[in-house]
Structures are given as structure tokens and as C-alpha cells.
């Protein structure tokens, strides 16, 4: 498939069920409420999708299962995320395989890799497929940034053709505009700033409460776009307490109470992770609850 990394592209959870087993019925109907609200991809195995956590069995069941989910009309992105380079190619090969459209890609795991060995990790994947990639650029979690010098080299690769932009420096957008033009598309990661970097120039938005709440994060991007800002701030500042859920080591069990909340989730995850519980539990509802007793009206978006 063809496609332009640009729009809503949601870094969905990974569904499961009691007995720590893949919930398809669950993922399924959360990812028919993406495409129903208007998503223009889908992000799997992702830090939401609980990743390091998935089997490589699991990683195929879920890829194939959302190809034939959304048949065809939006593409499906895995995420690579690895320890060795050697596992990080076979990972690409494997996405190809199960029917995957591209890759999101971090820079190594765990090791705190040089820029010169960080370039060569990138390069050696972007060698080996013809799947087109987006490099995740998150120094705040992962500990590893992909400078502007370090994407001046691997731009000679075709297949490198988009970033997710978490450096939660939002001058960085502009940054990457200024260097390379539209030859690296942009795609905010951060929930948090989603709206300003696409008012200055982001193409899409990587989005995590998009998973409870499909509708209004492709509303905003679509007002924003349309030069509607204004009705776009109103629904964002509605929605920024639920989006800092996003911003927060607990992300997955915050997110996926969020999913419950509205009807396209469980509570379930995988353990070293567990159920929120306590005070932390009890002001995460009540965000929660805030935020559907006070949802928006939305405006006829998909029009725009």
C-alpha cells in the first residue's frame, strides 16, 4: 500500500483477556471505532501496545488480524523495537510477512547506543526492507536522540520518510521543517502537543488517547487543518486533562480505564504491569469521568 504518513495514526493497546490471553474481540472493536471516527492509520506494538512484553507469535496474530480489519483502507504500522540489530531486521522481515504496510522504528533498547551506532542500526533495517519507516525520536523515555545531523544521513535512504516527534521540544517541528522541507514528514508523539505542532506545520498526529476517544482527536486534527482553529482549541482544551494520561509512566492502565470508560476497552494488562489501585486509581476515574460527563458536540468533521 501506498500511503502518506500524515493524519490521525493511533498507538492502539494491545487487548487481552483475564487469563493474560490476546482479546481480538475486544481489539476488534476498538480498532472498527478507529476507522469509524476516521483514523488514517493504524500504530501496533507500540509503548501502548505493551510491546516488550508481546511474542513475536502475538505481534503476527495482531498484524494480521487488524490487515483484515481494516481491509485495505488505512495501513498498518508495527513497531520495532529490539535489543540487537540482527533481531530488529528479522522483525522488518516478519512485518512484510504478516501483511504489515510500515514500520515505526526506536533506536536500540536498553543499550545507550552512540550516534554513529544509532545511524548504522537504522541504516542496516532501512537496507533490508522496502517497507517505509518512521523513526521514533523520544530522548525523554528511551535516553537516545535522532539529531538533525544524524537525519541528514539517513534521508539518503528512501524508506526513511517520516519521524514521530516526541522530543517535547516543540520548536523542534520547525527545526526539521526549516532542514529538510517536506522530504521528512512529521508526526507529533506527545499527546500534549499534538495541536501545536500541527498548527505550525506537523503532518499527524502518533496519538494514545485516541484510543478511548477516536472521535475527537480526528476532530481536532481535521479543524486544525481546515483552519478552524478556533472550534479545534475549544475541543483540545476539553481534552487536555484526559490527554496528560498520556504523559505519565502509567499510560497503558490509564488509557485503557479511559477505553473502558467509553465502551472500546478492558482494564486488562500484562504483568510486570498491573490495574491502577488507590488514591492514583481514584484521581485517574475521576479525570475520566470528567471528561465524558463534559464531552464536546462535535462539528460534521469528516466533511472537512
Known amino acids: 500500500m501506498h500511503f502518506k504518513w500524515e493524519g490521525v495514526m493511533p498507538a492502539v493497546t494491545t487487548k487481552f483477556n483475564k487469563d493474560d490471553t490476546l482479546d481480538l474481540e475486544t481489539f476488534t472493536t476498538n480498532i472498527k471505532a478507529q476507522i469509524d471516527a476516521g483514523v488514517d492509520g493504524i500504530v501496533l506494538g507500540g509503548t501502548l501496545g505493551e510491546a516488550s512484553t508481546l511474542t513475536n507469535e502475538e505481534k503476527k496474530t495482531l498484524v494480521k488480524k487488524t490487515v483484515e480489519v481494516v481491509n485495505g483502507k488505512i495501513p498498518v504500522i508495527i513497531n520495532i523495537a529490539e535489543q540487537s540489530t540482527k533481531n530488529a531486521v528479522i522483525a522488518a522481515e516478519n512485518a512484510k510477512e ?31 526492507t522496502n517497507l517505509p519507516i518512521m523513526i521514533y525520536n523520544n530522548p525523554v523515555d528511551y535516553k537516545i536522540e535522532v539529531t538533525l545531523k544524524m537525519f541528514e544521513q539517513l534521508l539518503k535512504f528512501d524508506t526513511i520518510q517520516a519521524v514521530k516527534e516526541s522530543t517535547r521540544d516543540i520548536s523542534n517541528v520547525t527545526r526539521i521543517r526549516n532542514s529538510f522541507g517536506n522530504r521528512l514528514n512529521i508526526l507529533c508523539g506527545v499527546d500534549t502537543l499534538a495541536l501545536e505542532s500541527i498548527l505550525i506545520g506537523a503532518d499527524g498526529w502518533v ?33 487536555l486533562p484526559l490527554l496528560e494520561l498520556d504523559i505519565n509512566p502509567q499510560l497503558v492502565q490509564n488509557i485503557k480505564l479511559a477505553e473502558v470508560a467509553t465502551g472500546i476497552g478492558t482494564e486488562y494488562v500484562r504483568e510486570p504491569r498491573l490495574p491502577l489501585r488507590g488514591e492514583e486509581r481514584e484521581r485517574v476515574l475521576q479525570i475520566i469521568k470528567e471528561g465524558i460527563n463534559t464531552r464536546p458536540t462535535l462539528p460534521d468533521y469528516k466533511s472537512l
Open 98 to 128: 504478516y501483511g504489515a504496510d510500515g514500520l515505526m522504528m526506536l533506536p536500540p533498547m536498553r543499550y545507550k547506543s552512540t550516534d554513529y551506532e544509532t545511524v548504522t542500526y537504522f541504516e542496516t533495517v532501512a537496507k533490508s
Open 207 to 239: 496519538a494514545g488517547l485516541v484510543c478511548a476517544f477516536p472521535r475527537e482527536t480526528v476532530a481536532i486534527y481535521k479543524l486544525a487543518k481546515a483552519g478552524r482553529v478556533k472550534e479545534a482549541i475549544e475541543i483540545y482544551r476539553w481534552f
